[in-house]
């Protein structure tokens, strides 16, 4: 089956900084997501992206987030000045033009410090 | 707005024995979809089933069925033949029939299955 692949798996920073986490959707998708799920809790709507551009966006997205698809394959998300309570789990997924199903990435675990 | 409600937290069953997970909604839209995730220990998020609130038929897949109760909003599933593997987080999740997958996500039941 296809995946989502996101990277890193993994992201450690300093509050303040600015993080990109990254995701490569499968290649035929073309509607994409981002969610999060801070640790214990439940996993929150962030972001939809579609045709280049936010289709919704959640109380959580604020102005410190962005998401862009800059070459037409990854799609990322961009947190200009991290805080603490950013650390979460965050989501990339995406799906196709029928909307079966919708496929989750692996999550990239950020953790600001 | 969609609220997802899961009453319990921790479920445990014996291997081969079977769970039963609930969940219950709150909507006020007539078309909308129902899904319940598994999220073991990778954190990955893994679609289990899917019900369509049109579909009056219960959706089955393998060992995981549903219960879904449109009058009642409720919609929990079954794990029969209860494997050490789907020992995980089970969420249970709504989206609209718009078919934009903004999920809304019940607060999970995590599931211990032992040997």
């Known amino acids: 089956e296809p995946e989502v692949t996101q990277t890193p798996s993994h992201q450690v920073t300093q509050m303040g900084q600015e993080v990109i986490l990254r995701c490569v959707p499968i290649?035929?998708?073309?509607?994409f997501y981002w969610y999060r799920q801070i640790l214990g809790q439940k996993v929150e709507f962030l972001v939809s992206?579609?045709?280049?551009?936010?289709?919704?966006k959640s109380e959580i997205f604020d102005d410190q987030f962005s998401v862009e698809r800059p070459d037409g394959s990854n799609f990322t998300l961009k947190i200009r000045s991290t805080k603490l309570e950013d650390s979460a789990m965050y989501f990339c997924?995406?799906?196709?033009?029928?909307?079966?199903?919708?496929?989750f990435g692996s999550g990239t675990q950020l953790s600001v410090l | 707005a969609q609220t997802v409600t899961q009453s319990q937290p921790e479920m445990s069953v014996q291997e081969a024995e079977t769970v039963t997970l609930s969940c219950t909604y709150d909507?006020?839209?007539?078309?909308?979809?129902l899904f319940w995730y598994k999220q073991p220990p990778s954190r990955q998020m893994i679609l289990v089933i899917r019900?369509?609130?049109?579909?009056?038929q219960n959706a089955t897949e393998n060992r995981f069925s549903v219960n879904f109760q449109k009058a009642a909003k409720s919609f929990s599933l079954k794990i029969s033949d209860s494997q050490l593997g789907d020992t995980a987080m089970y969420f249970c999740?709504?989206?609209?029939?718009?078919?934009?997958?903004?999920?809304?996500f019940g607060a999970g039941t995590t599931v211990t299955v032992r040997a």
């Open positions: 997924a995406g799906t196709g033009a029928t909307n079966e199903k919708l496929f």
């Open positions: 999740a709504f989206m609209t029939g718009t078919n934009d997958y903004k999920l809304s």
């Open positions: 909507t006020s839209e007539n078309n909308y979809y």
């Open positions: 019900q369509e609130a049109y579909k009056q």
């Open positions: 290649s035929n998708h073309l509607y």
């Open positions: 992206f579609y045709n280049n551009e936010i289709s919704e």
